[in-house]
């Protein structure tokens, strides 16, 4: 393949004049004040994904085919029709090599590279593992013809999938339960190309009913250890986006853990996300009286207090004192004078879960009692002191979650550790908290707006969508059901 320079997205008649195009999408405005018809753009991949000539692959085509036919005279058992194939670079090629190069390293998904070395090619899970790779690239170059070619292999690794839950033996495999993650991830990158509703929860539930499958014996290796954090972890953010209890059956299987001696700080997140959510929660819930839920609420702040105390020492994090910079080209760089150094950004993103919880938390508390009359208040055992420490809290966690923004977003300046992750996971590992700092309007002020800066950062450098709504509205959490970021929920 030769390179020919960076393409041009330019209309064709501005490429031939060698002009600046504004690329509107139904005609460029040079070509209408021309009053000539515009032709249109050049398809984006076949600029992106060019094939070799067709004289390089006649030529090595038939280089391939001279020794096919001296294999086929020497007697070798070797397959002749591996030595025939066409040596253009397909996307679907491509796809796969970006997909496991550059988004499943420093993701939950890290273990797929070494499952895919050790599956044959027919196999159903390198299918789907195809499939998912295309549905990225639909998502990258934003283009539903690549999608609608990922539909095709999804129904197929659909059926595949459904044939192996039909077979008990095949059922309980690591391979399934990986296929019926990936077929979500799918759904969450397909609802974020053609716009149409996710069924990710969906299979984030038929990988629930797998867990209870696969019982007690998932956690003698280390990958059943780890699908097992990673399914509690994914129904966590479900149950906090669609604003619902955690599933019995989850918190059972949590149980059963310990007594299997599994642990993990993901699975301890999973029980205290239990607690918060149990009927009736006090997140939700419009029936309590006020002061039930400001009780319960206060009772709730301090297990996640107690939570983030008890987090082992790799969680930990440094507070160091570095000025803050303003550029005309990426906003604000930091919030105040104070960032957080962390390990690794699972840390920062636990952290933050963490810290959002507090702040809903705390909402709850304020806004409940706010809305009493004075009368009830001054009655109510030292009101206005947990009224103005409601406001602190939340000042506080807000306050850390901007914290810990330079270091994941800008390494190259505030990242004295060397986070080892790529741009899409710094990205996925801030989204959530400060989609809620920005939301919140017991946030302060110069919190919010900082949030929504980053936010609107993230969307046009990165060109995240979900970044941009979640600064344009006050949606929280409600904006982040679908997309890429679906990929680094750990």
């Known amino acids: 393949m030769v390179f020919r320079g960076r393409p041009s997205t330019a209309c064709f008649a501005c490429r031939g004049r060698r002009i600046k195009c504004d690329r509107k999408q139904l005609g460029c405005g040079q070509c209408a004040r021309m009053s000539i018809p515009c032709p249109l753009y050049p398809d984006p991949l076949v600029q992106a994904y060019r094939d070799q000539s067709d004289i390089t692959i006649r030529k090595a085509e038939e280089s391939y085919q001279r020794k096919a036919r001296r294999v086929a005279y020497s007697g070798s058992n070797a397959m002749i029709g591996a030595l025939c194939y066409n040596p253009s670079l397909h996307l679907d090629t491509i796809a796969l090599t970006e997909f496991l190069a550059s988004y499943v390293p420093q993701s939950p998904y890290d273990y797929l590279s070494a499952i895919y070395r050790d599956q044959s090619l027919e196999a159903p899970l390198v299918l789907i593992i195809w499939t998912v790779s295309l549905a990225m690239s639909a998502w990258k170059l934003k283009d539903p013809r690549v999608l609608a070619t990922a539909r095709q292999l999804y129904a197929t690794a659909l059926s595949v999938t459904n044939n192996a839950l039909r077979d008990p033996n095949t059922a309980a495999q690591d391979s399934t339960l990986v296929s019926v993650l990936l077929l979500g991830l799918f759904e969450a990158?397909?609802?974020?190309?053609?716009?149409?509703?996710?069924?990710?929860?969906?299979?984030?539930?038929?990988?629930?009913?797998?867990?209870?499958?696969?019982?007690?014996?998932?956690?003698?290796?280390?990958?059943?250890?780890?699908?097992?954090?990673?399914?509690?972890?994914?129904?966590?953010?479900?149950?906090?986006?669609?604003?619902?209890?955690?599933?019995?059956?989850?918190?059972?299987?949590?149980?059963?853990?310990?007594?299997?001696?599994?642990?993990?700080?993901?699975?301890?997140?999973?029980?205290?996300?239990?607690?918060?959510?149990?009927?009736?929660?006090?997140?939700?819930?419009?029936?309590?009286?006020?002061?039930?839920?400001?009780?319960?609420?206060?009772?709730?702040d301090q297990r996640v207090s107690e939570f983030t105390k008890e987090l082992p020492p790799d969680y930990e994090y440094q507070k160091i004192r570095k000025e803050a910079k303003e550029t005309p080209i990426s906003g604000w760089d930091a919030h105040s004078h104070v960032i957080h150094q962390y390990l690794h950004h699972h840390a920062a993103r636990l952290w933050n879960a963490c810290r959002v919880l507090r702040i809903k938390l705390n909402s709850v508390i304020y806004g409940t009692l706010s809305q009493l009359p004075p009368s009830a208040l001054s009655t109510f055992e030292e009101g206005r002191k947990i009224l103005r420490r409601a406001t602190q809290t939340i000042s506080e966690a807000a306050t850390d979650i901007c914290a810990s923004v330079p270091q994941i977003l800008n390494p190259a300046q505030y990242d004295q550790v060397g986070i080892k992750a790529s741009h899409e996971a710094r990205i996925a590992t801030l989204l959530p908290a400060l989609s809620v700092t920005k939301a919140e309007t017991m946030v302060p002020q110069t919190a919010r707006s900082y949030a929504a800066d980053r936010l609107k950062y993230m969307g046009k450098e990165f060109l995240i969508p979900q970044a941009e709504s979640a600064a344009a509205s006050v949606m929280g959490l409600d904006v982040l059901h679908s997309g890429f970021h679906m990929l680094y929920v750990y």
């Open 189 to 300: 990158l397909a609802c974020q190309v053609s716009g149409k509703s996710s069924n990710w929860t969906k299979h984030t539930r038929g990988a629930l009913a797998l867990l209870r499958v696969r019982g007690q014996m998932q956690f003698s290796t280390k990958l059943g250890r780890r699908l097992f954090d990673q399914i509690c972890s994914i129904l966590t953010f479900d149950t906090m986006v669609r604003k619902s209890p955690l599933p019995p059956d989850l918190l059972q299987l949590v149980s059963t853990a310990k007594a299997s001696r599994h642990e993990s700080t993901r699975t301890a997140f999973v029980m205290l996300v239990g607690e918060i959510t149990q009927a009736p929660c006090v997140l939700w819930d419009l029936d309590m009286l006020p002061i039930a839920k400001v009780e319960k609420a206060l009772w709730l």
